[in-house]
Nanobody
């Protein structure tokens, strides 16, 4: 199981920006950002093939969020711009191993502890 640690969460006004980081303990086939708001199911935000860097973004964040990989440091970053109150959630990074479909959230079996993002209006 890959160990993952998220950081960079916090509180911000609507329209502001945050940059989240995820440190992974080893190579992963897929890395992803997920989020879960109170009373809602966890949803995928960005799912990434680490080799090709192809990324599947949720419609709600397309054009506002970007992701990047630092392979030597084994780090995943996410820049979050134009934040909205509906972006408020606990954000998690997750990893999937082996020859799996990175677009399938069920393939992600390693999870970080999460970092809280709160966006006020």
């Amino acid at each position: 199981r890959v160990q993952l640690v998220e950081s960079g969460g916090g509180s911000v006004q609507a329209g502001g920006s945050l940059r989240l980081s995820c440190a992974a303990s080893g190579y992963t086939r897929c890395l992803g950002w997920f989020r879960q708001a109170p009373g809602k199911e966890r949803e995928g935000v960005a799912l990434i093939y680490t080799g090709s860097k192809n990324t599947n973004w949720a419609d709600a964040v397309k054009g506002r969020f970007t992701a990047s990989l630092d392979i030597p440091k084994n780090m995943l970053y996410r820049q979050m711009n134009s934040l909205k109150p509906e972006d408020t959630a606990m954000y998690y990074c997750a990893a999937a191993q082996g020859p799996v479909n990175c677009w399938d959230p069920d393939e992600y079996v390693s999870w970080g502890q999460g970092t809280q993002v709160t966006v006020s209006s």
